[in-house]
């Protein structure tokens, strides 16, 4: 008790904590155990590894299933995968540690550190892509370019600055959260360049080799034993592609290593008594830069950190979480942390469509931990009904409502008044009614085939003008959360360059067995120009475009492609996200 007492006194109750020794009962082992098991079972995973840390040691590490079915290896502790994502938070220490060193300036914009880079902005002037807004995904860039992401040869990530000449900008800085993989491969395109080092170099020499993390590296298609295969569903084996993206996603490590990891995020940056990363890099990385956006909503991010709240009424004993996913075509991960409680968990797993088991794992582990280990049952807050006042602008006039919506990909939306109160939204074939709420929101009633009516429960629409744009929210009837899922489309006239280009296409620079979708056909549609992209024998998907001159047009919406530019060349070949396509 006087150790506990010391600690309270000397550390912050946020950030600090002191060792002690948690011990799990065969109890609580059996239901954790199952929370897993049956996760897995339902959701058809191969094999999985988990691991929980509490103040400051290993709690808990397992694995279950297989690393490789066919040699009948088990997974475990030690097993090797792809943490995916989670990789852009390391990227985002080497970026605060070279910060706190006086060699990086996060007010600088990118072409500071990489000259080369001559990107261009069709929306605003001054220094394009400040390090600090990359870092938190606002700073206008699209996701990321499609060839040579992911397939079966090696390019080095450094090729992006290439690509990224090749865009214009065409949102601002700050006008909404934008995921981008290729903005991390130009943080380590920066890292390389300030401290002379090979990125991966820097990564080991910096993080992994002073945590201990042995089992951890950046590979192409490992042999090892260690490293677990990859499944689709939970017998089939697949091959990992290789991942051009390095900065933004390539890293494997076991649950031990992460472990470490995380262990030296919950204390304040230190592991075994060397100061990895400084307090104040963390503690800025841990602080939300998302308040500050045009369009809000969609949760709160830092620097390669997510941070929530649980949705339990005993949240308060807990705190805020923070951490990273991370998916790949075939790995999947789920680490967060509480740094109030000094409790983490990572959860990784090697089967393709596994993104859902990481995350359920995640909260189920989290709330059969406290119960068992703690003797803290949660409680579900229950629904809450979306606030009214910051979910709908009453400055929209009914008829302002129809029209065309574009999220930027496959979803097209119509919307057609029948009255005040009413509205079909048609999107393909299907057709769904929006009847207004008392509240300004518009319930959502699906009419399957055309005829049978089912009503949405779960989610709201609503209408919001941001600077004269009027962009469609999903709202949940649960928790009040919002997201934008699309805008009102403006498209303007296709002129006679573009309706020339109108054909069936084939690429002459396709990197080998690429999965990231391959471009097929342009065709014109009213004022819509529409690019087909196959990304297999089943899946095609259309991006949608509007003109911004003779020989440029960018990707509409606002999911995380929009905005990418296509092209017509010189030669009257056709640019798009590093594709060069010639008409058949």
């Known amino acids: 008790m006087k150790n506990l007492i010391l600690c309270l006194i000397l550390f912050s109750p946020i950030y600090a904590f002191c060792e002690m020794n948690v011990q799990i009962s065969d109890t609580a082992v059996t239901k954790i155990d199952s929370v897993v098991k049956s996760l897995m079972k339902s959701k058809h995973i191969a094999g999985s590894s988990i691991a929980i840390v509490d103040h400051g040691q290993i709690a808990y590490e397992k694995g279950y299933g297989f690393s490789d079915r066919r040699k009948n290896i088990k997974a475990s502790a030690h097993t090797n995968y792809c943490i995916g994502s989670t990789t852009k938070t390391f990227t985002a220490m080497a970026i605060m540690k070279l910060r706190d060193e006086g060699k990086i300036d996060l007010e600088k914009p990118a072409s500071y550190y990489i000259p080369e880079l001559k990107i261009k902005s069709l929306v605003e002037t001054g220094e394009l892509l400040k390090i600090k807004n990359v870092l938190s995904h606002t700073s206008g860039l699209t996701d990321g370019t499609m060839n040579y992401d992911m397939c079966n040869e090696e390019h080095y990530f ?8 090749q865009e214009v900008l065409v949102h601002k800085t700050n006008w909404k959260f934008s995921y981008s993989n290729i903005g991390f491969c130009l943080l380590g395109c920066i890292i390389e360049r300030v401290s002379g080092m090979k990125y991966e170099t820097y990564i080991r020499t910096n993080f992994l080799d002073k945590m201990d993390m042995t089992h951890s590296g950046f590979y192409n298609h490992p042999e090892d034993t260690l490293f677990s295969k990859g499944y689709d569903k939970d017998t089939v084996e697949t091959t990992e592609p290789i991942l051009r993206d390095m900065p933004a996603g390539r890293l494997f490590c076991s649950v031990e290593d992460m472990s470490k990891f995380m262990i030296m995020i919950l204390n304040n940056g230190i592991y075994n008594g060397q100061q990895i990363i400084s307090k104040q890099a963390l503690m800025d990385m841990e602080t939300c830069h998302t308040n500050d956006l045009m369009l809000k909503g969609g949760g709160k991010y830092g620097y390669a950190m997510f941070m929530d709240n649980t949705p339990y009424k005993e949240d308060s004993l807990f705190g805020q979480f923070v951490g990273h996913p991370g998916d ?4 999947h991960c789920s680490c967060f942390m509480f740094p109030k409680i000094g409790v983490g968990i990572v959860v990784l797993t090697n089967t393709k469509d596994g993104s859902s088991f990481c995350n359920s794992s995640f909260t189920k582990l989290f709330a059969q931990y406290q119960k068992s280990v703690k003797g803290i049952h949660l409680h579900p807050i ?15 006039q009914i008829k302002e409502i129809e029209g065309s919506y574009a999220s930027g990909e496959d979803l097209i939306l119509k919307m057609k008044r029948i009255n005040d109160k009413k509205i079909v ?14 509240d300004g929101n518009w319930s959502v009633t699906v009419k399957l085939l055309l005829i049978v009516p089912i009503h949405i429960k779960e989610a709201e629409l609503g209408f919001e003008k941001v600077n004269g744009d009027i962009y469609l929210k999903q709202i949940s009837t ?14 303007s006239t296709v002129s006679e360059s573009w309706k020339n280009a109108s054909g069936k296409y084939k690429v002459i620079n396709a990197c080998d067995g690429n999965i990231q979708g391959v471009p097929e ?3 014109i549609d009213g004022n819509k120009i529409h690019l087909k992209v196959r990304f297999d024998k089943k899946t095609v998907e259309t991006y949608s475009f509007n003109t911004l001159s003779d020989n440029m047009a960018a990707i509409d919406g606002i999911e995380r492609r929009s905005g990418a530019i296509m092209k017509i060349l010189p030669g009257g070949h056709i640019y798009f996200s590093g594709y060069e396509m010639v008409k058949q």
Request: charged content about 25%; glycine content about 2%; hydrophobic content about 35%.
């Open 158 to 165: 450094t090729s992006v600055i290439e690509d990224l000449n």
């Open 328 to 331: 790949t075509w075939v790995y």
């Open 382 to 396: 229950p629904p809450v009904k979306a606030n009214a006042t910051s979910q709908v602008n009453n400055d929209i």
């Open 425 to 438: 939204m048609m999107q393909d074939q299907q057709r769904i009614i929006l009847k207004k709420q008392s």
């Open 478 to 491: 649960k928790s009040g959360n919002s997201r934008f899922i699309a805008i009102k489309d403006n498209p």
């Open 521 to 523: 056909e342009l065709k």
